[in-house]
């Protein structure tokens, strides 16, 4: 007889039928929604309507098994997914089914004799050599069609996201910030105003709560280019911004002790003080929050060492219409009027000198950036919809969209349909071991091949042994390299990173040999 609650732990050998169960369902649910002949899937809620998403990484996550084992395994394998997705914004079902069908084929190897380290070496291996060989026969994109077809494949075919999205990502530019927002109405367009994003992250817990953003409007900014650690460094300022109520954003190096405890305190009675990092560390932060300075039109940057620390004199306020902070950066838009202008240029002028004195690749990258920071802009896609359901849904798509887009942009593109997956299994050759796994990269080309007029298999066979691509969407056979130009492509960086973690999580879960539950 206990008063205290007490916590049973089961400890379970990690079972082969687990593995395969768990392996199988992932295919048979989340690969139900993959490529253009993909399916959806109805989501129950416990609270509101019923999801219906045909969204791999929203099916994903919803997927729950009863067993704690079955549960445990399937969280592995999702953690896959949701670092290819957190990456490159794309190749959730693709990850999915390539960790699923690998996984298959490893717990068979097992089961006829393999030890299971040679098993994980193997599969560690195939990681590798795929990535390399994407890597070196990956297409650069130069032609604006093809970034149509890239965009459209990444929001599930729906042609008007990647209108929206290609038309966002050109008036942005290069460096340029794109975000999304809600419409004030049904229709979806995209809207541009000057600003630029950095990597800032929330210094004090409870800033973002459980939302992944939080927008500011109207927000007077402070920089200041040192940690603050003392009470009395944040009095006057918590003081201020308690009297008259308006929003505030510190962008500063740090925020720890008697300073952190004040400030979290009072953020959480309600004083609208929000503390962000600033981006780097010594002399590129001063230079960088200088940069910044002209921008928000701020008198000075707070600093300790050039005799105006923040608790002492008067506080200098710069100002930007809107802020958006989310967990890793922070997006500040600054209408054209707010700045100084004369002292703007002269600051640009001081960068392009600066670039073209750099001698390394290093220093020009990092000048170049803070230029585009300068004369940025934050261009918004407003999504609109006849619900909310609609709404959210087709924000989902255009999230894995841009971040994909850009992804291409970047690293350039592979043959799509599954295809490139399989030419590297058809190409590929190792031992035994390496031989039999290899065979779990046919499986998303057959996934998409699911409902065309012949087997999967066949079609397969025909294109690696003919030099064919195939088009699922019209059922016809296309030469190889025509694939590209008719717009079936991934971004070479997702299929990369969806191997990587496929084989990541293989490699641990065949090495388990038990699971100890609550």
Known sequence: KTDT??????????????????????????????????????????????VITKDGITAAKALRFDEAQHQG???????????????TGDGTTTTMILAASMLKEAVKLVESGWHQVDVAAAVRQIGVDV?????????EVDDPELLYSIASNAANGDVAAAYLTVDALKAAGAKGTVKLDVSKGVKSYVSSTKGFSVACRPLVAGILKDKRAVELKEVSVILCDYTLTTFDEVQGLIEDVAKFGETVILMAEGLTGQALEAVALNFHNGVPLYVISAPLFAYRMQEMLEDYRVVFDAHQ???????CPLHEGKISYGYADKVLIEARKTTFEVPEGVRDEKEFIERERTLETALEKAHMDLDREWIQDRISALSGSVVTINVGGQTELEMKELRDRLEDSIMATRKAIESGVSVGCGLAF?????????????????????????KLLVGCTSHPSLIIERCLTEGLGYLPTTDEYVPYDELVYAGQVDPTEVLVKAIENAVSVVATLILVSATITN
């Not at 940057?301 to 005799?307: E, Q």
């Not at 190409?427 to 998303?444: D, F, Q, R, T, V």
Request: glycine letters at 8%.
């Open 301 to 307: 940057v707070h600093s300790k060492f050039r005799g």
């Open 131 to 139: 990535g390399r060989y994407l890597e070196d026969n990956s297409v």
């Open 422 to 446: 399989a030419k590297c299994a058809y190409k590929l050759e190792g031992s035994s071991i390496y031989n039999n796994l290899i065979k779990a990269l046919y499986e998303p080309m057959k």
């Open 73 to 87: 395994i399937y969280e592995v394998l999702r953690g896959a997914a949701v670092a290819t997705s957190s990456a």
């Open 5 to 50: 609650k007490t916590v049973t732990k089961a400890i379970k050998g990690m079972s082969s039928d687990a593995l395969l169960e768990v392996a199988e369902i992932t295919l048979a649910v989340v690969g139900s929604t993959y490529g253009p002949r993909g399916r959806t899937v109805a989501l129950e809620r416990a609270i509101g309507p019923t």
